[in-house]
């Protein structure tokens, strides 16, 4: 069995590869775009493919010669605040590639059984009664990015209901684990952490908004979700993976704060918060638990000692600087 991973050295893609590593029978190949430090360690263990997805040609090259029984597509731009200085760029990178994939697999391998992996971010504007939020919430996007993850979303829909393709979409909450780029919150949080304790920063560790509460899942949690939903969710249907619990990012920072011994005081940054913000945003996973059995395995605690201690090894220089790359 062959499954084509795209974005394989991005953050969940890396950890989607690890997880079907331990999978009998599975081979696995994955598609490169510039860095591949994450997956350094395993690769001569991965079949590589090295090339743009914006490039039709090469993807139809690509997919004929993989010949994949699962499309499990995760490369995106992944940026939500980026996404305002750089709308065309989110749009082009989440729509089209996923277009000519699609395409591709249309063509070439109508069989494959295909994961659109959406975003929380298409729902937007979640009002209080909306909570928590199930697949048939309203889309109200408040961002560039949630609008691409809308079209990405109904692109495979109507991929499945014009051509039959077996297509299932996820939509995923926050992410959240060891290795993720800085301009996510936790990991922000914890680099400065590091930082300050290693002496490198000024003991001030600079916040955005506090007050929101997020749903956050283990990146290892919810790649285990895609894979399972891959397999056994109904094609054309929608799921949305998250722990089902909500968690202000207060409540992120202080529990990251008592991981250290470091005196350190907190400072508002303009920069850091967005044109918009929801107050909270809570996953109803109900409809995923149902037709997988899935369940978070990693507690939040446990995810962010690991977050901050693969922080205070790179400060060290033990390992590779972190990148904010999709793969």
């Known amino acids: 069995m062959r499954a084509l991973i ?15 590593l331990a999978e009998p029978d ?4 994955g598609v490169v775009h510039r860095h591949d430090w994450r997956i350094r360690a395993v690769r001569g263990q991965l079949q590589l493919h090295k090339g743009d997805l914006r490039n039709p040609s090469w993807v139809d090259e690509m997919i004929q010669d993989v010949q994949p029984d699962f499309l499990l597509h995760l490369a995106a731009w992944s940026d939500v605040g980026g996404s305002w200085a750089q709308p065309w760029v989110a749009y082009e990178l989440n729509i089209h590639c996923q277009l ?3 395409e591709a697999v249309r063509r070439f391998v109508p069989a494959c059984r295909v994961l659109v992996v959406g975003s929380n971010e298409i729902y937007g504007r979640v009002l209080p009664e909306d909570l928590p939020v199930n697949e048939e919430t309203p889309f109200r996007p408040n961002s560039p990015y949630g609008v691409s993850k809308i079209a990405q979303d109904m692109m495979g829909y109507q991929y499945f209901c014009n051509y039959g393709l077996p297509i299932v ?4 909450f926050n992410n959240i684990g060891p290795g993720q780029a800085d301009d996510f919150v936790a990991s922000a949080f914890a680099r400065q952490i590091a930082e300050i304790e290693a002496g490198l920063r000024e003991p001030v560790l600079q916040v955005g908004n506090l007050t929101a ?10 790649v285990a979700a895609y894979w399972l939903a891959a397999q056994k969710g109904e094609s054309g249907a929608v799921y949305n ?3 089902g619990r909500g968690c202000s990012i207060q409540t992120l920072l202080d529990t990251l704060l008592a991981m250290s011994d470091a005196p350190i005081r907190i400072e508002q940054d303009p920069t850091r918060l967005r044109p918009s913000d929801v107050p909270a945003m809570i996953c109803d996973n109900r ?7 899935w369940q978070p395995r990693i507690d939040l605690h446990s995810t962010l000692q690991d977050v901050l201690d693969v922080w205070r090894q790179d400060v060290r220089g033990n390992t590779p600087p972190r990148f904010n790359v999709s793969g």
């Open 6 to 20: 795209t974005g394989i050295a991005g953050f969940a893609g890396s950890a989607l590869a690890q997880l079907l």
């Open 26 to 29: 599975v081979e696995i190949h």
């Open 100 to 102: 000519n994939l699609l």
């Open 169 to 172: 979409r996820v939509r995923s």
């Open 213 to 222: 509460v997020r749903d956050f899942t283990d990146v290892r949690d919810v």
């Open 241 to 243: 993976v998250g722990s």
């Open 287 to 293: 409809r995923l638990v149902e037709a997988t059995g």
